[in-house]
């Protein structure tokens, strides 16, 4: 039996191919693809993931073929992914952050072993992948239950702030919005997002957000009465953002690094030192964090649809893509349907 996938080419373009569907073991789960968003980590990965690798870490599904050995789940069964895998015996499987699991693997992305993503018509996945969809979480809303994860646990490193205390969060990409929205959802009153890009800060002001745009984010703070922020969460992964935030936090203040900077970026250290700011990076999640974002969207705490602003086929990846890699654009997830 064949399948479509979308791979990377040798030219390091995005093309439709046939495969055959692999083997299923009898431990294992195989999916229909339902949708599977396109992240920003796989516009980068296009120009460093080895040829032939299929993407996509962001999927939702329904089952379509269970192994002999699997018991608990059945075919019909609608479903987010985990898309990592973790050996549950390391310590950091013990201590709850499996995310941090020396052994494991991940489907759509070059971290240990590298497994097939969901720009497919269908992937094999191991069964403790799986988490069911309930509620309000629709299998379009399924797909975003990874990002979603992601700012579960960035949200969580600032648990300790004071719910009526400012936290500032750069960047309304896809990670920034989620972010903002897990620190709402975790009672966090006041939650401020800086963006340069107009059509970016407009979604984010659409879901209730103060925002500031323009070069004098210190300005647009004072106009909203927030003198200097006790924590800030940096999504763009850029230097001058990360300098923006440091420049922008109180004495010591809490700086929670996401964004994931493509180069080394050269950083106001000094700053850091002399104010006494606290850093710490976050880096996808726990099994615990994804249990919640998937609760999270079952209970329509985070309404996600919003940000939703393209649904397409899965043949049109490459138009995504080119789409998401302008800065410009006013998409924030574009999901693509097999
Ligand atoms: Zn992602
Ligand atoms: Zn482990």
Redesign the pocket.
Same mark, same amino acid.
């Given at each position: 039996v064949a399948m479509r996938v979308v791979e990377l080419s040798q030219e390091r373009g995005l093309v439709m191919v046939d495969r055959d569907v692999a083997e299923l073991s009898d431990g294992q789960v195989r999916l229909d693809v339902a949708y599977c968003g396109v992240c920003g980590s796989d516009l980068h990965m296009r120009h460093t993931m080895p040829p032939g690798a299929v993407f996509g870490h962001e999927f939702s599904g329904t089952v379509s073929e269970v192994g002999a050995d699997v018991s608990g789940w059945s075919k019909g069964d609608a479903v987010a992914v985990l898309p990592y895998t973790? *050996?549950? @015996?390391?310590g950091?499987?013990r201590s709850g952050n499996?995310n941090q *699991?020396? @052994?494991?693997g991940h489907h759509g992305l070059v971290l240990g072993v590298q497994l097939q993503g969901g720009y497919a018509d269908s992937v094999v996945v191991n069964p403790d992948s799986l988490y069911a969809l309930s509620g309000s979480a629709t299998l379009q809303r399924g797909a975003l239950a990874e990002p979603v994860a992601v700012a579960v646990r960035a949200a969580s490193a600032v648990a300790d702030v004071d719910r009526s205390e400012p936290i500032l969060v750069v960047g309304a990409g896809p990670i920034g919005l989620f972010t903002a929205l897990a620190l709402r959802a975790a009672n966090h009153n006041s939650v401020v997002i800086l963006e340069r890009n107009a059509a970016r800060a407009e979604v984010a002001g659409s879901l209730g957000f103060e925002t500031v745009v323009g070069d004098d984010p210190a300005v647009g703070l004072r106009k909203l009465g927030i003198d200097q922020p006790p924590a800030v969460i940096e999504c763009a992964g850029a230097g001058p953002a990360m300098n923006t935030a440091i420049s922008l936090l109180r004495r010591q203040g809490r700086l929670v690094l996401i964004g994931l900077p493509m180069n080394r970026p050269e950083i106001d250290i000094e700053s850091v030192i002399l104010k006494e700011i606290t850093a710490s990076g976050t880096a996808g999640y726990s099994r615990d964090d994804f249990t919640r974002a998937v609760q999270l969207l079952a209970d329509d705490i985070i309404p996600a649809d919003g940000l939703i602003t393209a649904v397409m086929s899965l043949d049109a990846a490459t138009t995504a893509f080119e789409e998401l890699t302008d800065p410009m654009t006013s998409h924030v997830k574009i999901l693509l349907q097999p």
């Open positions: 973790s *050996c549950g @015996t390391c950091y499987c499996e *699991c020396v @052994t494991g």
